[in-house]
DNA sequence: GGATGTCGAGAAACCGCTTTCTGGCTTCGA
DNA sequence: TCGAAGCCAGAAAGCGGTTTCTCGACATCC
């Protein structure tokens, strides 16, 4: 093991350059004039002792470390990936730096997980679609400042950013209703998940307003397999009436769709096929998918944007929901 | 703005048990026997007051913060995702965190950025896979402990974990040849992706091993829309008699596939085509596209085993590659 | 020309912890 | 019975910066 070297402190710099660390620091932070004499000196030392100022110390003594913490439930959702990339983008742009949990799924470890890394950090952003409300609520108020992702939490006292699904789901019914459509199927997600229950409220909305419309609530999850393997009660739903299904998400219309090819199944001919998220494979699906497009991207510009103003120690903004947009493709089709 | 109470320090703890700072820092690490009286008080005032120890003051003392940083080119690259993931799982199991920071494949950030990064922490992965070697040289030297992913160094003191992309092409293609197969195509990846090197060194490699196997190199790229948009040069070369296609990754050979079936070209009747990576879709690809396998997660752990070791002054552990392991499923068949 | 004000550099306090040092007390062996 | 040896709690010295405070030098103004 090689030794290394200690790393040059500010006293080395100031003694090298022959001046206090205050003129050190002055000139390092550069909000107070300084001697140009000086500032070139230190410069000069700075350089040749390689020094960079220990952000560990600067922490302590600014009470921040300009870093947020991100924690999720599952590092390889879509939604997710897309999301911390647009808020580590945006955090870096103004020198902050993300650092992400993954509490692999374990429900009863977010809290402890979004604790310590809150603690860590100067804020948190927190997606916990199956924590209990009561829960998350604890949590929030003592963790502020935070952002909450992809939940509602009516009255509570922190910004959410997030996806009206309710809205989506009636968007994307409207389209199939457009399409002839009376008779759907919803591929529900995971029954603890809060965003299904969005789902399923935009579906119970639906199905109240248009008397003449019937969905039928099928069991699913939300990975590839699951709707691979969901493939059954959806052909039994069909066999039942039904023309179309919306699926979850993607990755559950993504097999569906899969396994209905394989089953022989015409898409859409014999039944329409619509997933949520519109991840990037979409368009590439046989037949391409109909999603409804959710800004993953720009979705993390603005759970940063609401952050920084709190960090900032700014007004808890209001919640703000991204209308997915219909993607019509080929999966979903005039009923027959 | 609310006001955010001064959160309690170590010195009121010890004010409100009636003992000295050492002994609340003792209790709180355990590592000297106290006397149980002063232990069960303090442990009354911690909880009493809800203190909790400053991350930036520790850190400060210890020279260290339990912190570990990624850096990317891109975060939506499901391969770095998957590292990423497998990397901050098996760092926190060791009550270590992951920082993660996004070049956006901006090559001339990446040294500034990972310099920032690793600064911050304690360690650094590097994900650099476009960085002129000798920027990447001076860098692991620079900012050591570091692990370098999916790159070759040789001679470099810095343990590598990678993918050994030489023997996947190889492999491929030994399965490509069994099933009759002469002449194919390989759309390469971004030119400056070292691992597109490695891929073309493997192609030039199988091509000298066996003088009746043909390779054609076509320019593609990584993304889905690079395989979408390579389909004429890729039917071009099959007009000339390849019968093959080797995709850079899997994105490619899902838009390759996407569009081939659009033109209604036979897959794999009329050509086959193969992917790398082996992406959750690959399987639901239409036809489920054969793939050289890629473990992911477990590379983000052995990055994590090997970083650890370096972190607590160990030796410099030696390169591991990863072979991919042939996943052959229905969009390779054999050659007409 | 002396009182006043301004500017800028150095000394020192401080951020919140850990760890060494110090010294009082008990315990043990001779 | 007394000195050496342990043991343990408190005092204090850092860790590496920032920031307040102090003070000298110089300019300004009656």
Same mark, same amino acid.
């Given at each position: 093991?090689?030794?290394?070297?200690?790393?040059?402190?500010?006293?080395?710099?100031?003694?090298?350059? *022959?001046?206090?660390?205050?003129?050190?620091?002055?000139?390092?932070?550069?909000?107070?004039?300084?001697?140009?004499?000086?500032?070139?000196?230190?410069?000069?030392?700075?350089?040749?002792?390689? !020094?960079?100022?220990?952000?560990?110390?600067?922490?302590?003594?600014?009470?921040?470390?300009?870093?947020?913490?991100?924690?999720?439930?599952?590092?390889?959702?879509?939604?997710?990936?897309?999301?911390?990339?647009?808020?580590?983008?945006?955090?870096?742009?103004?020198? +902050?730096?993300?650092?992400?949990?993954?509490?692999?799924? /374990?429900?009863?470890? &977010?809290?402890?997980?979004?604790?310590?890394?809150?603690?860590?950090?100067?804020?948190?952003?927190?997606?916990?679609?199956?924590?209990? &409300?009561?829960?998350?609520?604890?949590?929030?108020?003592?963790?502020?400042?935070?952002?909450?992702?992809?939940?509602?939490?009516?009255?509570?006292?922190?910004? %959410?950013?997030? %996806?009206?699904?309710?809205?989506?789901?009636?968007?994307? #019914?409207?389209?199939?209703?457009?399409?002839?459509? /009376?008779?759907?199927? !919803?591929?529900?997600?995971?029954?603890?998940?809060?965003?299904?229950?969005?789902?399923?409220?935009?579906?119970?909305?639906?199905?109240?307003? +248009?008397?003449?419309? /019937? %969905?039928?609530? %099928?069991?699913?999850?939300?990975?590839?397999?699951?709707? +691979?393997?969901?493939?059954?009660?959806?052909?039994?739903?069909?066999?039942? *009436?039904?023309?179309?299904?919306?699926?979850?998400?993607?990755?559950?219309?993504?097999?569906?769709?899969?396994?209905?090819?394989?089953?022989?199944?015409?898409?859409?001919?014999?039944?329409?096929?619509?997933?949520?998220?519109? #991840?990037?494979?979409?368009? !590439?699906?046989?037949?391409?998918?109909?999603?409804?497009?959710?800004?993953?991207?720009?979705?993390?510009?603005?759970?940063?944007?609401?952050?920084?103003?709190?960090?900032?120690?700014?007004?808890?903004?209001?919640?703000?929901? +991204?209308?997915?947009?219909?993607?019509?493709?080929?999966?979903?089709?005039?009923?027959?």
């Amino acid at each position: 093991m090689r030794e290394r070297p200690r790393a040059a402190t500010i006293a080395d710099v100031a003694a090298h350059a *022959g001046v206090s660390q205050a003129s050190v620091s002055r000139v390092l932070n550069g909000k107070q004039s300084v001697d140009p004499t000086i500032v070139h000196r230190v410069q000069a030392s700075i350089a040749a002792l390689g !020094y960079s100022p220990s952000v560990a110390a600067r922490s302590l003594v600014h009470g921040r470390n300009d870093t947020i913490a991100m924690v999720v439930p599952d590092l390889e959702n879509p939604l997710f990936q897309g999301i911390l990339k647009g808020l580590s983008l945006a955090a870096a742009s103004d020198g +902050y730096r993300v650092m992400v949990a993954d509490t692999a799924e /374990r429900v009863e470890d &977010e809290e402890a997980t979004a604790v310590e890394a809150r603690h860590r950090c100067d804020a948190l952003v927190l997606c916990a679609p199956r924590m209990p &409300e009561q829960r998350l609520r604890r949590l929030v108020a003592a963790l502020a400042p935070v952002v909450v992702v992809n939940r509602s939490l009516p009255d509570a006292d922190v910004p %959410i950013v997030g %996806i009206d699904y309710v809205r989506g789901i009636r968007d994307l #019914v409207d389209h199939l209703r457009g399409l002839g459509h /009376r008779h759907l199927a !919803y591929v529900s997600g995971p029954a603890s998940s809060a965003s299904n229950g969005e789902r399923l409220r935009g579906v119970a909305e639906v199905e109240a307003a +248009y008397p003449d419309l /019937r %969905i039928d609530v %099928i069991p699913g999850g939300s990975r590839l397999e699951d709707g +691979y393997a969901v493939a059954e009660p959806v052909l039994a739903a069909s066999e039942a *009436g039904a023309t179309a299904v919306i699926a979850f998400n993607d990755l559950v219309a993504f097999g569906l769709l899969t396994r209905l090819r394989r089953l022989g199944v015409d898409v859409p001919g014999a039944l329409s096929v619509a997933g949520f998220d519109d #991840v990037p494979m979409a368009e !590439y699906a046989t037949p391409s998918l109909t999603s409804m497009s959710v800004p993953r991207i720009e979705i993390g510009g603005q759970v940063w944007a609401r952050l920084r103003t709190l960090i900032a120690g700014g007004p808890i903004q209001h919640t703000v929901l +991204y209308r997915p947009r219909l993607e019509a493709r080929d999966s979903t089709g005039p009923v027959r």
